[in-house]
C-alpha cells in the first residue's frame, strides 16, 4: 500500500435553498496520494478543492464514490478516529481553530483528544512547538500572536497527533507576506521529515514548490501532474481565470515572441539561473 | 488597545495563594461565603477580617484593585444599607416625615452592608488570583462526580474555556464591525437612550453572524482534532494536590471551626 489516500469516483453534492437541483462542488474526481508525497491542490473559490480537503478528513461524507485514507474508507464510523489521526487537518483562519487560551494547552489539545497519557503528551507537546519554533511562546495566549505564529501552533496542534498526512486548506490565504513564508517554511520542513503533505492554496508560487500540482475547476481534476508539467499548459490555467507562476507567464509571454526557452522553467530561481547561463 | 485586555480579572503573580489548586481555592470560597452567613454579630466578623487580611497580604493583590472590584456593586451595597435602615422596625432614632431610622435598623444595616462588602471581596479574590483557566478545569474536577447524574460537568467546562478563548477574538471583531460602520456614517455615540439602542442594530446583526461563523469554523476544528466529547480524553496537566493544598484545607477548617464556635457563642464568656 503505497498510497496515502484513495479517492475512488468522489461525487460530494449539496442542496442549496435558490435551486433546485443539487450544487456538484466534487464531480466525479479519482485521485491517489503517494505516501511521502507532496501535493499542491490549486482552484478558484467554488472550485471543490476545500469540500475536497474535508472529505478526506471524513468531516464531510462522499454523496457517492469513496475516500480511503491508508486504507480506511471515511464512510466507516468505527475507524473515524484513526482517519482523523492520521490525516491532521489545518483551516484557513488561524483564530478561529484554536481551542484554548494557552498556547500549550492548546497544542495538548488532539492528543488528549485521543487519549495519550499526560506524560506522553507533555513531550510530543514540546517536540511539536519546538519544530514550529514556536516553544518560547508556549505559556503566551493566542491572541497575542501574530497571524503566522497562529497557524504555526495550529500545525503544532496537528503534529502533536503524530499524524502520517497533514491536508492545509489554505493555510496562507490570511497572512502576511512574512508569516506566509514562516508557514510555507515548516510545510516543507513536515515534508522532509516524511508526512504527506496536501496543500490547498491559491497560490502558485506555493504551489511550483511541491512534487505534484492539481489544478479544480467546478469540481473537476483540471490538470494533474508535476508542476513542470502542469504550469507547460500556461494557456489552459489562464484560460480559467488562475493566475500562473510569475516565471511560467515570462516564459510563457517569451516563447510567444519567439524566444526559445525552456518551458520546464517554472520558478523565479530557476529563471534567474537561466538567464544568467545565458549571459555567461 | 483590545490585544492587552486581562481575561476576566486576574491580577497575575506568583504567590503562595497563587500557586494553590484551584479546587481548593473554591472550595475555600464556598466556605468562606457560607461562614459570612453564620456570623450573627460584629464580633464574628473578627475572624473573617484577619483571614481576609492575611490572604490578601499572602497573595500580593494591591488592596486597591480589590475595592476597584467593589464599583460596579456599589449601587447595591447602598440599597440593602438603605432598605435595611428604614425598614427594620424599633426604637426610633431620628424621623424625617414618614420614614423613621431605629436604633435596630441602622445596627442591621451596617451589619448587612458589611456581609455584603465582605462577600464581594472574597469571592472576587477567587478570580484575582486564580487563572480562568485553572478556574474552569477546577469547576470541571469538581463537577465531576455528578456527572453520574447527568451533570454534563466537561461540556461545562469545555464552554467556558472556550468563551475565554473567544472573548478577545470578539472584542477584535466587533472593534472592526464597529470602525466599518463609522466610516460609513454608523453613529454609536449621540442621540438619546433610544437611538443609541437603535444605532446598535448595525453592530449587533453583523457580530452575531460572525459569532455564528466563528463557532462553526472552530467546532469543525474540533472534530477534525478528533474531540468528542469528555469520555476519552486525558489531560495534560492533571491537577495534583500537593503539601500547601493540604495546608490550606486545615485552615480552612481552623476558620470554619472558629467561625462556627463563635456564632454558637462559645467565646461569649471572653468577649
Known amino acids: ?280 | 488597545m483590545i490585544r492587552d485586555i486581562t481575561l476576566g480579572q486576574f491580577y497575575p503573580g506568583n504567590s503562595w495563594i497563587h500557586r494553590l489548586d484551584a479546587r481548593i481555592k473554591i472550595i475555600w470560597t464556598f466556605v468562606y461565603i457560607i461562614s459570612l452567613f453564620l456570623i450573627q454579630s460584629f464580633w464574628g466578623y473578627i475572624p473573617v477580617l484577619v483571614t481576609l487580611g492575611l490572604i490578601i497580604g499572602v497573595s500580593g493583590v494591591p488592596l486597591k484593585f480589590i475595592l476597584k472590584g467593589l464599583k460596579p456593586i456599589f449601587l447595591i451595597i447602598v440599597f440593602t444599607f438603605t432598605v435595611n435602615m428604614f425598614m427594620t422596625k424599633g426604637t426610633p432614632l431620628i424621623e424625617i416625615g414618614f420614614l423613621t431610622i431605629t436604633e435596630e435598623g441602622l445596627y442591621n444595616a451596617a451589619f448587612m452592608g458589611t456581609r455584603l462588602v465582605l462577600l464581594i471581596i472574597g469571592s472576587s479574590l477567587l478570580t484575582l488570583v486564580t487563572k480562568p483557566i485553572n478556574l474552569t478545569d477546577g469547576i470541571e474536577k469538581l463537577l465531576s462526580p455528578w456527572q453520574k447524574l447527568g451533570l454534563p460537568a466537561h461540556e461545562l467546562a469545555m464552554m467556558m474555556t472556550i468563551a475565554l478563548r473567544f472573548i478577545p477574538t470578539l472584542l477584535e471583531e466587533t472593534d472592526k464591525i464597529m470602525k466599518a460602520q463609522m466610516a460609513r456614517g454608523a453613529d454609536f455615540e449621540s442621540g438619546n437612550i433610544l437611538n443609541r439602542a437603535k444605532s446598535l442594530i448595525p453592530l449587533l446583526v453583523p457580530l452575531f453572524i460572525s459569532a455564528f461563523r466563528i463557532a462553526q469554523d472552530l467546532a469543525m476544528a474540533m472534530e477534525a482534532r478528533c474531540y468528542r466529547g469528555g469520555s476519552h480524553r486525558t489531560r495534560m496537566n492533571g491537577m495534583k494536590l500537593k503539601k500547601k493544598d493540604g495546608a490550606a484545607v486545615i485552615l480552612m477548617l481552623l476558620y470554619l471551626a472558629v467561625v462556627i464556635s463563635q456564632a454558637q457563642g462559645l467565646f461569649g464568656r471572653f468577649i
Open chain 1, 1 to 280: 500500500m503505497n498510497n496515502m489516500i484513495r479517492i475512488d469516483d468522489l461525487v460530494f453534492e449539496y442542496k442549496r435553498e435558490d435551486q433546485l437541483e443539487p450544487v456538484h462542488a466534487v464531480n466525479h474526481v479519482s485521485l491517489e496520494i503517494e505516501r511521502g508525497s507532496f501535493t499542491a491542490i490549486i482552484g478558484k473559490n467554488g472550485s471543490g478543492k476545500s469540500t475536497l480537503a474535508k472529505n478526506i478528513n471524513a468531516l464531510l461524507l462522499p454523496s457517492s464514490g469513496a475516500v480511503y485514507v491508508k486504507g480506511f474508507n471515511t464512510a466507516d464510523e468505527d475507524k473515524l478516529w484513526d482517519i482523523r489521526q492520521t490525516a491532521g487537518m489545518v483551516f484557513q483562519n488561524p483564530d478561529n481553530q484554536l481551542v484554548s487560551s494557552i498556547v500549550e494547552d492548546d497544542v495538548a489539545f488532539g492528543p488528549e483528544n485521543l487519549g495519550v497519557e499526560p506524560e506522553e503528551i507533555r513531550k510530543r507537546v514540546d517536540d511539536s512547538l519546538y519544530s514550529v519554533n514556536m516553544y518560547e511562546e508556549r505559556k503566551k495566549a493566542p491572541h497575542l500572536l501574530s497571524g503566522g505564529q497562529k497557524q504555526r501552533i495550529a500545525i503544532a496542534g496537528v503534529i502533536a497527533m503524530h499524524p502520517e498526512c497533514i491536508i492545509l486548506d489554505e493555510p496562507t490565504a490570511m497572512l502576511d507576506p512574512h508569516g506566509r513564508n514562516e508557514v510555507m517554511e515548516i510545510i516543507h520542513t513536515l515534508h522532509r521529515e516524511g508526512i504527506t503533505i496536501l496543500l490547498i492554496t491559491h497560490f502558485m508560487e506555493e504551489a511550483a514548490k511541491a512534487d505534484r500540482v492539481i489544478i479544480m475547476d467546478e469540481g473537476k481534476v483540471v490538470l494533474d501532474g508535476t508542476p513542470a508539467e502542469v504550469f507547460g499548459h500556461a494557456e489552459e490555467i489562464k484560460a480559467l481565470s488562475l493566475d500562473v507562476p510569475f516565471a511560467v507567464d515570462l516564459v510563457y509571454r517569451l516563447r510567444k515572441r519567439g524566444v526559445k526557452i525552456p518551458e520546464s522553467i517554472i520558478s523565479t530561481e530557476e529563471m534567474v539561473d537561466y538567464i544568467v547561463c545565458k549571459l555567461k
